[in-house]
C-alpha cells in the first residue's frame, strides 16, 4: 500500500507566482502541486492537498490528517512558522511526520524568520531552493517513512 502525505500550504501561498517574484518566484502554487502529483506517481505515493490562510484552518486540517491516518505532511507553514504555538502543538499531537519546507532561505532573510518554532519538532527544513524546496522536501519525507524513521 502506498504512502498518504498531506501538502499543507500556510497564509499566502495562494499567491505564488505573483506575490514578490523577486522573493518568492513566479512559479504558482497550482504548479507547485501539479509537479509534486508527478514526483508523487514516480515515487507511488498518494499526495492530498490543502491551502488555507487561516491559523484554525491549518490546525482542523492537521487533525483531519490523523483521522484520516496519513503518514506524513509537507508542510510550508509560511509566517506561521516564527509565530504559532498552536500549529506546534497540533503537529505534536497527532505525531505525523513532516517535513518544514520554504521557497525562500528563511535564514537569509529578516532577522524574526530565523527562528522556527515547527522546525525542532520536524523530521527536517527545507529551504532556499524556490519550488524546488517541495520536491526535495517529499522526496526527503518519502524516504524517511520507508526507512523507518
Known amino acids: 500500500m502506498s504512502e498518504q502525505l498531506l501538502v499543507?500550504?500556510?497564509?499566502?501561498?495562494?499567491?505564488?507566482?505573483?506575490?514578490?517574484?523577486?522573493?518568492?518566484?513566479?512559479?504558482?502554487?497550482?504548479q507547485i502541486q501539479s509537479g509534486l502529483d508527478s514526483l508523487a506517481s514516480d515515487l507511488g505515493v498518494v499526495l492530498h492537498h490543502f491551502?488555507?490562510?487561516?491559523?484554525?484552518?491549518?490546525i482542523d486540517r492537521i487533525h483531519l490528517a490523523m483521522d484520516q491516518g496519513?503518514?506524513?505532511?509537507?508542510?510550508?507553514?509560511?509566517?506561521?512558522?516564527?509565530?504559532?504555538?498552536?500549529?506546534?502543538?497540533a503537529?505534536?499531537?497527532?505525531?505525523i511526520p513532516f517535513v518544514e519546507v520554504h521557497l525562500s532561505n528563511v535564514h537569509a532573510r529578516?532577522?524574526?524568520r530565523h527562528r522556527s518554532l515547527l522546525a525542532?519538532?520536524?523530521v527536517g527544513q527545507v529551504c532556499g531552493f524556490g519550488a524546488f524546496s517541495y520536491t526535495l522536501g517529499l522526496q526527503a519525507l518519502v524516504q524517511e517513512l520507508r526507512a523507518g524513521g
Request: net charge negative; charged share 15%; hydrophobic share 35%.
Open 91 to 95: 503537529l505534536v499531537g497527532v505525531a
Open 51 to 58: 491551502q488555507a490562510n487561516g491559523e484554525g484552518a491549518l
Open 120 to 122: 525542532p519538532v520536524a
Open 8 to 30: 499543507l500550504q500556510g497564509p499566502n501561498l495562494n499567491l505564488l507566482g505573483s506575490r514578490e517574484p523577486e522573493t518568492y518566484g513566479t512559479t504558482t502554487l497550482t
Open 110 to 112: 529578516e532577522s524574526f
Open 70 to 89: 496519513l503518514d506524513g505532511i509537507v508542510f510550508n507553514p509560511g509566517g506561521y512558522t516564527h509565530t504559532s504555538v498552536a500549529l506546534r502543538d
